[in-house]
Every structure is written in structure tokens, then in C-alpha cells.
């Protein structure tokens, strides 16, 4: 399956059913047909590439695409949800069941993973697979936030996902919040 974040800057009109859009503007996600005035963030989800269309017929590359195999006996979920970090939060070394694409909103985030130590910045976006464990540390001057899509088992559906990969970590205190936006089934 494809999983490719869109940016359309001015708005869009879609009538997909298989793409989570967010509303920067009002901070609400949505599956399927929607139509947004303003910046929006779009998942694609699919078998194959998709041109994306943006209002006024613009064609629009992705800011991310990524290929996640999902294995086809099991049920999956799509959820869109947003996190929000206090300066100086830190998600301890975790992981999650399934894969998804992330895009920071504002702020600052190291991510230190077995690919690396990276800092994105507003407007960037990075791929995490499932299992994949990572340190997230927020910026110490000021809120940091991202939004992203998951692809998950349908047995995590309602499910805390984050997974601390040290048990002492899942004690500590967590300044980090996470707001599910969106939890739907996974159409074939």
C-alpha cells in the first residue's frame, strides 16, 4: 500500500474516500469527501500512486510517499491524531504497532532512531515503521506539535499505542498529549 502526505496551501474539494484530510485552520481531520478553505494536510492511501489534485486543478507532489506492507489476513484502522509537547517534552524510547506518517505543525523534534538523529522543523514531515523504536525529544523554547496517520491492527481500534521499550520509562511523567482526531476501519 501507498501512503503519500499531500500540502495543498489554498484549499481543496475532494471526493476521495480512501485519503484523511486535516484542516490546519480548525484542527479537525476527516476520512473520505471533504472540502477545506485554507492550508490542509492530505494521506492518500492506496494500492497504487494517485495524482493528487489541489483546488485549481494544480497537480501537487507528495511531501512524503511511502510503501507499508499491511498484511492482507488482518484488519487494519487508519487513525489521525495530534500530539502536543510542552517545552522541553520528551516521548522516552517507544514504538508503535503500526506504521504512519508524521508532519510537524510547529515547534521543534528530535527523533533519535536506528536510522539516526534528526531535528525537524515546522513544515517537515518523516515516516516511523511499526516497531520502529524512537526517542523523541521537544524543543526547550517553545510548544512543539505534529499530526499523523497510523495505519493500525484493528485490535489496537480505542488503544493507547505508544509502547516505552524501557518498563521504568512508562512510570515517568508524560508531558506529552496525544488527541485522537479520527479512527475509522481501513477499507480493502
Request: aromatic fraction near 8%; avoid cysteine; charged fraction near 20%.
Given at each position: 500500500m501507498i501512503l503519500a502526505l499531500y500540502e495543498p496551501p489554498a484549499g481543496l474539494v475532494t471526493e476521495a474516500r480512501s485519503q484523511v484530510v486535516y484542516d490546519v485552520g480548525r484542527g479537525v481531520a476527516h476520512l473520505g469527501p471533504l472540502r477545506v478553505e485554507?492550508?490542509?494536510?492530505?494521506?492518500?492511501?492506496?494500492?497504487?500512486?494517485?495524482?493528487?489534485?489541489?483546488?485549481?486543478?494544480?497537480?501537487?507532489?507528495?511531501a512524503l510517499r511511502v510503501e507499508v506492507e499491511l498484511d492482507p489476513r488482518q484488519e487494519w484502522v487508519v487513525r489521525c491524531d495530534r500530539i502536543d509537547f510542552p517545552p522541553g517534552g520528551v516521548a522516552h524510547r517507544h514504538v508503535h504497532p503500526g506504521p504512519g506518517v508524521r508532519r510537524l505543525l510547529h515547534g521543534e523534534l528530535t527523533i533519535d532512531s536506528p536510522d539516526g538523529v534528526h531535528t525537524y522543523r515546522a513544515g517537515e514531515a518523516w515516516f516511523e515503521g511499526a516497531e520502529h523504536p524512537v526517542l523523541a525529544i521537544a524543543s526547550v523554547k517553545e510548544d512543539t506539535a505534529f499530526v499523523r496517520v497510523l495505519l493500525l491492527p484493528a485490535e489496537w481500534a480505542g488503544k493507547r499505542t505508544i509502547r516505552y521499550l524501557d518498563p521504568a520509562d512508562e512510570k515517568k511523567p508524560k508531558l506529552q498529549r496525544a488527541t485522537v482526531l479520527l479512527e475509522e476501519p481501513l477499507s480493502p
Open positions: 485554507g492550508p490542509a494536510l492530505v494521506w492518500t492511501l492506496g494500492a497504487e500512486d494517485q495524482d493528487f489534485v489541489a483546488q485549481g486543478h494544480e497537480v501537487l507532489e507528495p
